[in-house]
């Protein structure tokens, strides 16, 4: 595999799971089974893209039915191979010196996972959105509102944060990857 130039981030996350350890290496799809492209990457910025993917891609491996380019053989390799993911991108994310991009993910990280296990009103897709852009800029203090008003219960500025045609495809992609039926 090294060396090999391949045709997308989501190829790319694979080939480094894969290096990594042979264990991701058997739970990697094969290139036709693989489901889905970048999402949120592009629009966090080419600074984050790949941080941003290989986050995404460990968060689908913990909560969706399966993740783009994985599917782990059980549910602590699935928390394993998620968590190994996270750190990744982290660390992907890290080599652009931005500790506020940093706590930006980690705090979605954390908020999207939470509102997955509480099982009310699921946006973490919107989440997600708002996070990328946010990350691509302007920054400024509606993620932070939005997210606070978002713990206490109120989905409404996140929502507005993306009401807008160019939030659909992503939010829809999202729901599929996730199986989510609304």
């Known amino acids: 595999m090294a060396g090999v130039e ?8 694979v080939e480094t799971a894969a290096l990594s350890s042979a264990v991701w290496a058997r739970s990697a799809l094969d ?35 399966r993740g783009r380019a994985f599917a782990a053989p059980d549910r602590e390799q699935a928390l394993l191979l998620g968590d190994y993911l996270y750190a990744t991108g982290l660390v992907q994310v890290c080599a ?8 930006a993910l980690a705090d979605l990280v954390s908020l999207a996972a939470h509102l997955r296990a509480e099982g ?9 959105l708002a996070t990328a852009r946010h990350l691509a800029g302007p920054r400024d203090q509606a993620l932070f ?19 807008d045609v160019d939030a659909a495809a992503p939010l829809l992609e ?8 609304r």
């Open 120 to 128: 009310g009103a699921v946006v973490d897709a919107e989440l997600w």
């Open 96 to 103: 652009a010196g931005d500790v506020e991009a940093i706590a």
């Open 31 to 65: 290139p036709s089974e693989r489901d889905g492209d970048d999402l949120f990457g592009p629009i966090a910025g080419d600074a984050f893209a790949d941080g941003v993917e290989t986050i995404y891609e460990g968060y689908l491996v913990h909560h969706a039915p």
């Open 174 to 181: 999202h729901r599929r990857l996730m199986g989510d039926t």
């Open 6 to 13: 391949t045709s997308s981030r989501v190829d790319r996350i």
């Open 145 to 163: 509102n939005a997210r606070e008003a978002l713990r206490n219960g109120d989905p409404t500025i996140l929502c507005a944060l993306v009401a």
